[in-house]
C-alpha cells in the first residue's frame, strides 16, 4: 500500500507565495513521475506541473514562471513553491505519482488534496 500525503496550504493574498508538499509513504521500491494538479470550484481537475526522476519539470502555460516544482528524491517529497499567486489559482492541489511498489507492480496514486485560497 502507497500513501500519499500533501500539506503546506492554506489563505494567502494576491501577490503572496505559499509552499506545498506531498508526502509518499508504504510500499514503495521506486517513484517515477511526480505531479501536481489541482481543481477549482465547478472545474474539472487540471495539470499544473511534473518532474520526473531525473528532474526534468513541465508547466502548465497557466503557472510557467510562477510556479516550482521539485523533489527529494531519498525521503520521497515533492514541493510545488508557488509565487505570485493570484486569485485564479484558488483550488484544492492534489498530489500524483506513478509509483512502482516493492512486488514490482506500477500503479498511480492520488494525495487527498490540500485547499489553497488567494485573496485579500
Known amino acids: 500500500q502507497v500513501q500519499l500525503v500533501e500539506s503546506g496550504g492554506g489563505l494567502v493574498q494576491p501577490g503572496g507565495s505559499l509552499r506545498l508538499s506531498c508526502a509518499a509513504s508504504?510500499?514503495?521500491?521506486?517513484?517515477?513521475?511526480m505531479r501536481w494538479y489541482r481543481q477549482a470550484p465547478d472545474k474539472g481537475r487540471e495539470f499544473v506541473a511534473d518532474i520526473t526522476s531525473g528532474g526534468s519539470t513541465t508547466y502548465a502555460e497557466s503557472v510557467n514562471g510562477r510556479f516550482t516544482i521539485s523533489r527529494d528524491n531519498a525521503k520521497n517529497l515533492v514541493y510545488l513553491q508557488m509565487n505570485s499567486l493570484k486569485p485564479e489559482d484558488t483550488a484544492v492541489y492534489y498530489c500524483n505519482a506513478d509509483v512502482k511498489d516493492i512486488w514490482r507492480r506500477m500503479n498511480g496514486y492520488w494525495g487527498q488534496g490540500t485547499q489553497v485560497t488567494v485573496s485579500s
Open positions: 508504504g510500499s514503495i521500491r521506486y517513484i517515477n513521475t
